[in-house]
């Protein structure tokens, strides 16, 4: 039982708690607030380490963990809601890598944007104000980096869906978005990325 204990640690440590920021960062914008946020964070890991019997070691561990907690997310927002139904979590204890679809997309990648601190107030709000259902692929598509396989495994949709949420998604926020990307001098050119216009 020792040799379990201390293997299920190493595997808590070395691939569950390195995922621990982006988790805070996607529970927040399901949320939108930091006490919720830091529920479902820990709720998710709770989860994670009753059932890490279950994990396949090695496997897509963040994929787990944001179906665990997008899940968590679900049941507290049905218990909110005064809805009996919950998410069973057999759905979603045998996660696991499978033949990806690529994925790869043309789009601006929103992770760039955020990480080279261009991303101001307009855009987090334009990505928060879009429904959940929408918000929650560009957040795993475009800022997590999942691919369309492993969006669709975490909320239960299939890929055609994905693919059809996020281009709507990404449609939304561009509209959203024009205003304050002419505000800021940038043009907008098909098929590219945004180019600066020359003063």
Not at 150 to 160: L, T, V, Y
Request: proline share 2%.
């Amino acid at each position: 039982m020792g040799d379990n204990q201390d293997k299920y640690l190493d595997i808590f440590e070395r691939e569950f708690l390195p995922h621990a920021n982006a988790l805070k960062t996607f529970a927040f914008h399901l949320a939108y607030n930091e006490e919720d946020a830091d529920d479902l964070v820990q709720e998710t890991f709770m989860k994670a380490h009753r059932f890490i019997d279950r994990y396949i070691e090695g496997t897509n561990a963040k994929a787990w963990l944001f179906k665990i907690l997008k899940n968590a997310y679900i049941n507290q927002y049905r218990k909110r809601s005064k809805r009996p139904t919950k998410v069973d979590f057999e759905d979603f204890i045998s996660y696991h890598d499978t033949d990806e679809d690529g994925g790869a997309t043309g789009y601006l990648d929103l992770r760039e944007e955020i990480f080279e601190n261009m991303m101001g107030d307009e855009v987090t709000n334009a990505i928060n104000a879009l429904p959940v259902d929408f918000r929650t692929v560009i957040l795993l598509c475009d800022i997590e980096g999942f691919k369309y396989e492993e969006i669709s495994k975490i909320i239960d949709i299939p890929i055609g869906t994905v693919r059809s949420r996020l281009f709507r998604a990404r449609n939304m926020l561009k509209e959203n978005l024009q205003g304050y990307a002419q505000r800021l001098g940038y043009k907008n050119v098909r098929g590219q990325k945004a180019k600066k216009e020359e003063e």
